[in-house]
């Protein structure tokens, strides 16, 4: 590792470390239906969940229901006090703020190529969510070494400040069931979960890492049926206008059970210029979702997306993606997961993509996970000059250590 590599992982270590104490955030975790949340708003600040900062009674039900207790029981209902601001503070109602570290290690076989290994800094971020009467105002800032420059606010190649997210909003009635909101938001589409590299989100662009869009989104969340309509101003970070996209996303989730979650989402986004191919750009992704506990110990998450992309004066392509995620919990706070996944993105001649990922992931101490995957991939490739399509192998390993909530 060359020194300037080493001094930025350094700087990320050291950040890491200050959100050990800051830490007040948990990532989207959808399998939290085991446990009868069908919805996002009483425990996220984003009403469709995701990384930001958690209410007072999400910090709660993070301590009670995530992390091992080790014997403890949580049939009290009461947390710790550890579940507080800095471990031990608790906050006024109107003021949520957090912090997220995650940080990688991956080793990379692809066939007929050597092994690469690589440290990587997923996120490294501070939020804050901040409530007067009706009114709300969120953000996020964060430090990325590299990668992430469609959220960077700095435009160095490497080493940038980043927002993912930042945006005001007025709730629009007393309860707060419905928000009314403008700015960086993610987009709301399918099932959000910190998986953000599966192909179901990158085929879509819909992850929650790098892909926000400004815009102006209303979300609701009533009895069974919760949901949020966005519509897609550009991502401002892109430059120029035209390469921006422009258009709405939207998802609806309704939940005949408290076990059991059934949606749909649909997303239309225009560009004036492809960033390859120079041309207008038109993009569709719709698709259907399912969340479902059978047992407490057992959830079952799936999505399928079909994606069409119409290309001025290039053609059309038509694709989809798909995944099917199990997650048994045998002990409070240890997971075990298989996840298997399909994917094809419409380019002639592409044969279909699939793998496998096999992950656990240990809640061991307050704050704190640690997550281990082994995905298992055969990538398809479409013909090179009317040749026949081939499919190469990849082995991906992947050990995270997160520090949250």
């Not at 709300?136 to 993912?164: E, F």
């Not at 059309?316 to 240890?334: K, M, N, S, T």
Request: charged share 20%.
């Amino acid at each position: 590792m060359t020194a300037p590599r080493a001094l930025r992982h350094v700087a990320s270590l050291a950040f890491g470390l200050v959100l050990f104490f800051l830490a007040s955030n948990a990532h989207a975790y959808p399998w939290m239906i085991r446990h009868g949340y069908t919805g996002c708003a009483p425990c996220h600040t984003d009403p469709s969940g995701g990384a930001g900062a958690l209410t007072e009674y999400g910090r709660a039900q993070s301590d009670l229901l995530l992390r091992m207790r080790y014997g403890k029981s949580s049939e009290s209902g009461e947390a710790d006090p550890t579940s507080g601001f800095l471990g031990f503070l608790q906050l006024p109602e109107q003021a949520r703020l957090g912090g997220d570290f995650r940080e990688a290690y991956l080793s990379d076989h692809s066939e007929g190529d050597p092994t690469q290994n690589q440290f990587i800094t997923m996120r490294a971020d501070l939020y804050g969510d901040f409530k007067i009467g009706r009114f709300r105002a969120a953000g996020s800032i964060g430090y990325v070494p590299q990668g992430d420059l469609t959220a960077a606010l700095t435009t160095s190649p490497q080493d940038n400040v980043v927002s993912r997210e930042h945006w005001l909003g007025v709730e629009l009635d007393d309860e707060g069931a419905y928000l009314l909101r403008a700015g960086r938001i993610a987009l709301p589409y399918g099932i959000r979960m910190i998986e953000h590299n599966l192909w179901a989100r990158t085929l879509t662009r819909t992850d929650i890492d790098a892909t926000q869009e400004y815009g102006v989104g209303l979300s609701f969340g009533r009895d069974k049926l919760r949901g949020e309509l966005m519509g897609i101003a550009g991502n401002f970070e892109i430059r120029p206008d035209e390469f921006r996209d422009r258009g709405y996303s939207v998802y609806v989730e309704y939940a005949p059970l408290t076990t059991l979650a059934v949606g749909a989402s649909s997303l239309f986004t225009r560009a004036t210029r492809d960033i390859v191919y120079g041309v207008t750009d038109y993009r569709y992704s719709n698709g259907p979702f399912l969340r479902y506990a059978p047992l407490q110990q057992l959830v079952f998450l799936t999505e399928i997306d079909s994606v069409y992309q119409s290309l001025t004066w290039n053609g059309h392509r038509g694709g989809y993606a798909g995944f099917a995620q199990a997650d048994y919990e045998p002990i409070q706070g240890l997971h075990a997961m298989l996840t298997g996944e399909v994917m094809n993105s419409g380019q002639a001649g592409e044969p279909v993509s699939a793998d496998v990922w096999l992950s656990g992931v240990w809640f061991f101490l307050p704050h704190m996970d640690v997550r281990l995957d082994a995905i298992f991939s055969t990538l398809g490739a479409p013909g090179v000059d009317a040749g026949p399509s081939t499919h190469t192998s990849e082995t991906l390993w992947l050990a995270q250590f997160h520090v949250f909530l």
